[in-house]
């Protein structure tokens, strides 16, 4: 069975910073390419940066480069987010998602956690 349990999330003020983590189980970790997505209330989930299995590269939106860096240990299948100098509008759900078709990643990837709370006090 394939688990993403996220964590890390919480409450920080204005250019703070937090580390989400996403624990796997249950698949090949290094075969599939693995993000992190967000969603902000009443707005649609966005990717927000993701390791591409195809070729190992990084994916970054645009409004969270140069703050946010995605990172794994496959020891661990653990894949993190440092998010550094945060914005209230970094503010959402971020969920964890793993895909093993397509070697990057998509709206609609395969497996999903069940998201963790990033809350940016202004």
């Known amino acids: 069975e394939v688990q993403l349990v996220e964590s890390g999330g919480g409450l920080v003020q204005t250019g703070g910073s937090l580390r989400l983590s996403c624990a796997a189980s249950g698949f090949t970790f290094d075969d599939y390419s693995i993000g992190w997505f967000r969603q902000a209330p009443g707005k649609e989930r966005e990717g927000v940066s993701c390791?591409?299995?195809?070729?190992?590269?990084?994916y970054y939106t645009h409004s969270v480069k140069g703050r946010f860096t995605i990172s794994s240990d496959n020891a661990k299948n653990t894949v993190y987010l440092q998010m550094d100098n945060l914005q209230p509008e970094d503010t959402a759900v971020y969920y964890c998602?793993?895909?093993?078709?397509?070697?990057?990643?998509?709206?609609?990837?395969?497996?999903w956690g069940k998201g963790t709370q990033v809350t940016v006090s202004s």
């Open positions: 390791i591409n299995s195809a070729d190992k590269s990084l």
């Open positions: 998602a793993a895909d093993g078709d397509y070697g990057v990643c998509h709206s609609g990837m395969d497996y």
